[in-house]
């Protein structure tokens, strides 16, 4: 099994940036695909960006798109969603995904794995 876990989250003004963390555990990733989602309150949980870990391409919201940005670190094992530029319809808790046998996908019903999820409140 795999166990993921964020972190970085917190309250930052409008226009901030933040840097939000994935920790995997019990698996050391080869293949698959990587996902940072979204859910604010009151609304379905929404894809933000991913990326495919074995050949490292990307794919991001509309929404996000110019102001994030997903990376890795193959030595520790951990995905990154570094956010810029951020805006309060930001607001959010943010939940680290991943699918063991897909290349990426922005539909959270194909992940098999996720974490606990980390709140980002961006105020104006």
């Known amino acids: 099994q795999v166990q993921l876990v964020e972190s970085g989250g917190g309250l930052v003004q409008a226009g901030g940036s933040l840097r939000l963390s994935c920790a995997a555990s019990g698996r050391t990733f080869s293949s698959g695909a990587l996902a940072w989602f979204r859910q604010a309150p009151g609304k379905e949980r929404e894809f933000v960006a991913t990326l495919s870990w074995s050949a490292g391409s990307t794919y991001y919201a509309n929404s996000v798109k110019g102001r994030f940005t997903i990376s890795r670190d193959n030595t520790k094992n951990t995905v990154y969603l570094q956010m810029n530029s951020l805006k309060p319809e930001d607001t959010a808790v943010y939940y680290c995904?991943?699918?063991?046998?897909?290349?990426?996908?922005?539909?959270?019903?194909?992940?098999?794995?996720w974490g606990q999820g980390t709140q980002v409140t961006v105020s104006s």
């Open positions: 995904a991943y699918a063991a046998n897909l290349g990426g996908t922005t539909r959270p019903g194909f992940y098999d794995y």
